[in-house]
């Protein structure tokens, strides 16, 4: 009785606290030592009963202790998405050839995302045939020395 209470508790928490985090409830009483306290008493009488109801106690409590610091989680550098390019980017390059400079600006529709939303359809390119020759199999067995002498690579 006592697992099957501590593994539905748990589930309930470890679905329900992001839920609940994006309604604006505050988990600010994790903060409190003896909550703390009573959560880590709580994990090992969870151990005691078994590793599958620890287990869930567990991860339940270390949701709540992220759903706590999911603003300072969130707040750190480096965890919002930056775009490759500003929207309204200009580029100003000097080409060999010439000595002036060149501005050059990209204005093209770019989505909530950051993602181009232009024109995707290119033309197909005809010029994709290459010149490296193939190369031949090696052959098998006592023809491969001749083979090998003839390419240079064994004297």
Do not use: C, W
Request: hydrophobic letters at 45%.
């Amino acid at each position: 009785m006592n697992q099957q209470l501590l593994l539905g508790g748990s589930v309930v928490v470890i679905l329900g606290a992001p839920i609940l985090a994006t309604k604006g409830f505050s988990f600010s009483f994790v903060e409190n030592i003896l909550v703390r306290l009573a959560l880590v008493v709580l994990v090992g009488y969870a151990v005691r009963l078994g590793p599958m109801p620890g287990l869930f106690t567990l991860l339940a409590v270390l949701t709540l202790l992220i759903e706590q610091n999911h603003l300072l989680l969130t707040s750190l550098p480096y965890q919002q998405p930056e775009l490759a390019m500003p929207r309204d980017t200009s580029f100003t390059i000097a080409t060999p050839d010439s000595p002036t400079t060149e501005t050059l600006h990209f204005n093209h529709p770019i989505d909530d995302k950051g993602l181009s939303v232009g024109d995707k359809e290119f033309e197909l390119a005809t010029d994709l045939q290459d010149n490296i020759p193939d190369i031949p199999v090696p052959p098998q067995g006592e023809a491969s020395a001749k083979f090998f002498e003839d390419k240079g690579l064994v004297e």
